[in-house]
């Protein structure tokens, strides 16, 4: 008997131990990931309901649909965009702690995303901030210099990552909460 207890106790302590940062809200199938576990969780949740608490860090000034939150030691960023009922995040949020519930989303970039952003770059007299690959969400105001260069920059980091393509992941947001 004391054999099936301690069989138990060590199987209990591998399953806590397991915990990766993640856990799932019974009752709506929302993930709630951790800012530390963000990157190395989000693939497993692309396109799905997600929960996350973190101190909000930047709102970008250009337009307020983005901000970024970071927990602790600030070595993990999360990009959260406005969602549909989100015209713009209130800059009275800065430094704040928030709850954020909302779709994690992917940006995949890949040879196909390149040619497609580098095609844009190269019609004359067209406006570069209408197209697709506009390159960092709130800083399309980079010359068509630094964004050749940004597009090189991601081929060169393709080329390094063993695969075919680069994967960013954010939150568009439903809603952002205070943690009081």
Not at 45 to 57: C, L, S
Not at 80 to 97: A, H, N, Q, V, W
């Amino acid at each position: 008997m004391k054999k099936l207890y301690a069989i138990i106790l060590l199987m209990g302590a591998i399953l806590v131990s397991c915990n990766t940062g993640t856990k799932k809200d019974a009752s709506d199938n929302t993930a709630t990931i951790t800012v530390a576990s963000f990157d190395t969780a989000a693939y497993r949740y692309v396109e799905k309901p997600v929960n996350i608490e973190g101190t909000v860090t930047h709102i970008c000034k250009h337009s307020g649909k983005r901000m970024f939150l970071a927990d602790g030691n600030d070595s993990v960023l999360v990009e959260i965009t406005t969602g549909p009922e989100i015209t713009k995040f209130d800059e009275t949020l800065m430094g704040s702690r928030v709850k954020v519930s909302g779709i994690l989303k992917e940006l995949r970039i890949d040879d196909k995303y390149l040619n497609e952003w580098e095609a844009e770059l190269k019609k004359p007299a067209e406006n570069h901030e209408a197209g697709v690959h506009t390159g960092q969400k709130g800083h399309e105001d980079q010359t068509a210099d630094d964004k050749f260069a940004q597009i090189n920059a991601y081929r060169d980091q393709i080329k390094a990552s063993g695969t075919d393509h680069l994967s960013f992941y954010s939150i568009e947001a439903t809603s952002v909460s205070e943690v009081k």
